[in-house]
């Protein structure tokens, strides 16, 4: 299809006639305070758990979940729903839909320009990715915190800060947050802000599904905090029955927490897979399509399909903790195996809704800083499909130790090695791009490579976890709990940062310090291994997880482990320095393009326009053929804004790029 | 190139350019400065959106009750402490069955409202269309009301358990359904005062091949909804 580059006549006929009737933005959505934000949010939440809550005691005052316990979890659930029901129609969240059923459209969202339009409803992609990066990071930071008290207990096996119900709490809560976060830590602010620019279009498919999908997220992060001072919950992120029938009003937090981060990346997922497939370039053909985006579409598809069995898993939980059903109680009818074939149903595909943006990301940077097109292409991708493909039918492996008929492990150890075959695919695919390259070690290629370094160690580690005897002498240990950080924290985690400094000159239009940047990525590449891999050691000894006391033995690791993820945490806070450094006290302009990316989001304008693309371009070719002699041009900009094409001059290794 | 001063009937354009420039703003579908080569590229984008998202939706859905159902069947073959249906109890079956006489006809009368409304018939498609929103609140009436009536406590059984995830499972089901429904309908009343009497189910706008596009995904997902609900008829009350 070919796009005109005229100027629409509607342009030329309003210069003479009177300018059509702009139509009026709602004063929910206006500048200054008398509209809707995330204060008035926070209002809304507060209003909604107090109303909810007294209604809950209104209706069964006399009930209690457990007796004489004072424990109401009907209200307590009716005070986080309404919380949360409060807190979206705070931000305005419900005006679209309440408007749709007199038939109305909704207002124009983006009318505020200032800083501002950062803690508003907004249907711009772009602001709706910097809001999940801010969200994520918090996110981040607060279950990091919890996990320096795990490493501080853990610096003696007898001399204890925390009662033993305290410490599993702790953990329960940070894994439960960063499981929370890491399902959304890429998707969320890199897949909303540039899934759109990388395939030539000017917005989301269903953007107020976007900003419900982040607000909601948010919601969910409050709730899952909630649940510290409702007392915490005894389960860990996985939330076993019966232990969470048994446990108080924490475990509420929960399971609504989970049910609705759930339906947030479903919604996330949904809204992304539907832009990619309708929304690309005229000339965007799938061969074209970049492997970020690949990565992120495969994620969508998890998210989109297997979130909605959490969503069943966290309703019929709370369900038992309210109208006291018995899903989960094996004694009344109900089985605790089911919760865990739901959660796991669900959560095994989040493993994969956690590694293959990393696998994006990775496939995307490697050919810009080895200036070679990305080798074998259609591998990458077949490599990104065919885990989301199996991840569906790996869940069982999780379980073999809880009861799994005997007869039906060997099926699951088969399909759990079998992945491993597709997830290959994404290192033999880097190591084809890097050989003979001239790599530029830049600091997001040197995230790349710790990415191959950790992930190789998680994923060798993982890979014989499958195999029934490995997964009998390792089940429940610090091993595995070394292999799943090593895969989520070395991998997804440092290609989120990698991503992060690549792309944030894009989003901010500043520099970030290269000096700090590579002293924060030694301090977290060493300090992460330093920290992770004695676990493995730890693990093999015999240290059970989720217990607060060890062999006297292990101190001396332990102790090792903890003060080098003492030294991680500071990395993280100089990861946070380095950003407040260059985005706010001394920032400073970014050159446009300056890793000299064929990429099409370096392609536009700098800062990205509202809508963009000032015209909607044609692709000619896909974005990776860095020092190729007559590579064809990337895309026909149509005299419309190409940062290469309207502002700056070609840069000095223009031949080079092509 | 038509300019402004040859059209001085019609202030802003010709019905059609105003037609136009209207649905695509209010529509929000396009960027507001496109060509129109742009927009049109952008409408189809729009419209194959609706038609992906509402089959993707419906995937996204068939996620959500194959894990009901998987829980029913888990739980049912499990039948742990000989608790699956004591007694051979099920819920009310004459709730079950109008719940379902309720949803089929709605179902039916959304097809039959896009049938007719393909064809122009405005009056059958609103009169179908609201008849097809007052059955589906009457089933969701009815859907609730039975939490009050079944035979048994929420913990009595397993089957009572997942009776009740099933019901509240399906009061989202039948919620969505109906305000899908309903806004749309509330959605073509309005189209026709924007379109200053031009027909929405004939008109080549935007905003009304929209709306088009809409109808259908919404009729499609109204088939869905009849036919899981045949499948959970026979599983709870049959079965």
Request: proline content about 5%.
């Amino acid at each position: 299809m070919s796009i005109s580059t005229e100027q629409p006549n509607e342009v030329v006929r309003r210069s003479a006639a009177p300018p059509p009737k702009r139509r009026a933005i709602s004063w929910t959505q206006r500048p200054g305070w008398m509209s809707q934000h995330l204060g008035t949010a926070l209002v809304g939440a507060a209003l909604g758990y107090w109303l909810g809550h007294w209604f809950g005691n209104y209706i069964s005052s006399d009930y209690s979940y457990v007796a004489n316990s004072g424990q109401n979890s009907i209200a307590d659930t009716l005070a986080l729903v309404m919380g949360v029901v409060g807190w979206l129609a705070g931000i305005g969240v419900l005006n679209y839909p309440l408007a749709k059923i007199a038939g109305r459209e909704g207002k124009e969202l983006e009318d505020v320009k200032d800083w501002t339009r950062y803690v508003r409803l907004s249907s711009d992609h772009k602001v709706v990715g910097l809001q999940y990066v801010v969200s994520v990071l918090l996110f981040f930071f607060t279950a990091g915190l919890l996990a320096m008290a795990i490493r501080t207990e853990l610096l003696s096996p007898t001399f204890h800060m925390f009662s033993a119900d305290t410490y599993i709490k702790i953990v329960s809560e940070h894994g439960t947050m960063m499981m929370m976060m890491a399902s959304s830590i890429v998707v969320g602010p890199l897949g909303n802000y540039l899934v759109p620019l990388m395939i030539g279009s000017r917005r989301m498919a269903f953007p107020r599904i976007e900003a419900f999908s982040f607000w909601l997220f948010t919601a969910g992060y409050l709730v899952i905090f909630s649940a510290l001072p409702y007392g915490g919950f005894p389960t860990g992120w996985t939330g076993y029955a019966p232990l969470a029938n048994q446990a108080g009003p924490g475990m509420v937090s929960y399971l609504f927490g989970f049910a609705i981060i759930g339906v947030a990346m479903a919604a996330a997922g949904f809204n992304i897979a539907i832009t990619i497939v309708n929304y690309r370039a005229p000339g965007m053909t799938w061969s074209r399509v970049p492997a970020f985006v690949w990565g992120i579409l495969a994620t969508a598809g998890l998210m989109t399909l297997a979130t909605p069995s959490l969503f069943v898993a966290g309703l019929f939980g709370i369900l038992d903790h309210t109208v006291l059903t018995t899903f989960y109680v094996a004694e009344h009818g109900g089985s605790s195996y089911l919760w865990e074939n739901l959660f796991w149903f669900f959560g095994h595909p989040e493993v994969y809704i956690m590694a293959l943006p990393g696998f994006g990301i990775v496939a995307e940077l490697l050919p810009v800083f080895a200036r070679k097109p990305l080798f074998a292409f259609k591998v990458v991708v077949a490599g990104e499909l065919g885990v989301a493909v199996l991840s569906f039918f790996v869940w069982q492996h999780h379980i073999f130790q809880s009861g799994i008929d005997p007869s039906m492990r060997p099926l699951y150890m088969l399909t759990t090695e079998l992945i491993s075959i597709p997830t290959g695919f994404i290192f033999l695919v880097g190591m084809g791009t890097l050989y003979k390259a001239k790599i530029r070690f830049t600091v997001p290629m040197l995230f790349c490579f710790a990415f191959f370094f950790n992930f190789l160690i998680g994923g060798v580690s993982g890979v014989f976890q499958s195999d029934v005897p490995v997964n009998v002498t390792v089940h429940g240990g610090f091993f595995v709990l070394s292999h799943f950080h090593y895969t989520i924290l070395g991998g997804l985690v440092f290609a989120f940062f990698g991503g992060l400094y690549y792309w944030l000159p894009l989003m901010t239009g500043l520099e970030i310090n290269k000096k700090l940047s590579l002293i924060q990525f030694w301090t977290m590449f060493v300090f992460f291994n330093l920290t992770f891999f004695p676990m493995l050691i730890i693990g093999l000894l015999g240290q059970p997880r989720r217990v607060f006391t060890y062999a006297r033995a292990l101190t001396g690791l332990n102790d090792f482990a903890s003060v080098s993820a003492f030294c991680l945490g500071a990395s993280f806070l100089l990861f946070a320095w380095t950003l407040a450094y260059s985005l706010v006290i001394n920032p400073k302009k970014s050159p446009l393009n300056p890793w000299d990316s064929l990429g099409l989001e370096w392609q536009t304008a700098q800062p990205v326009p509202v809508h963009n693309f000032e015209r909607i371009p044609v692709i000619m070719t896909d974005p990776y053929h860095y020092s190729e002699e007559g590579a064809p041009k990337l895309a026909d900009f149509g005299g419309g804004s190409s940062a290469r094409e309207s502002s700056v001059p070609p840069t000095d290794n223009e031949t080079v790029l092509r | 190139m038509t300019t402004a001063s040859s059209q001085p009937n019609f202030p802003g354009g010709t019905p059609e350019e105003r037609e136009s420039e209207m649905t695509t703003a209010s529509s929000q579908t396009s960027f507001p400065r496109g060509t129109p080569e742009e927009r049109e590229f952008e409408f189809r984008a729009h419209v194959g959106a609706m038609w992906s998202g509402s089959r993707l939706f419906i995937a996204m859905y068939t996620f959500l009750l194959a894990s009901v159902c998987f829980a029913y069947f888990y739980l049912r073959s499990s039948n742990n402490a000989q608790l699956w249906r004591p007694h051979n109890v099920t819920a009310p079956l004459y709730y079950g069955w109008a719940i379902y006489i309720l949803l089929l006809f709605t179902a039916l009368m959304a097809l039959f409202g896009q049938t007719r409304f393909r064809k122009g018939s405005v009056n059958d498609w609103q009169i179908a269309g609201w008849a097809g929103v007052l059955s589906g609140l009457v089933a969701l009436f009815l859907q609730i009301f039975e939490f009050t009536k079944v035979p048994f406590n929420p913990g009595s059984s397993a089957y009572a358990s997942i009776f009740i995830g099933f019901a509240c499972v399906n009061c989202l089901t039948i919620f969505a359904g109906t305000y899908w429904l309903e806004t749309t309908l509330a959605r073509s009343l309005r189209i026709r005062k924007e379109l200053g009497g031009t027909n929405p189910e004939l008109s080549t706008a935007f905003t009304a091949r929209s709306l088009r596009a809409n109808v259908s995904a919404m009729t499609y997902f109204w088939g869905y909804i009849a036919l899981s609900s045949t499948l959970f008829l026979w599983m709870f009350y049959r079965f």
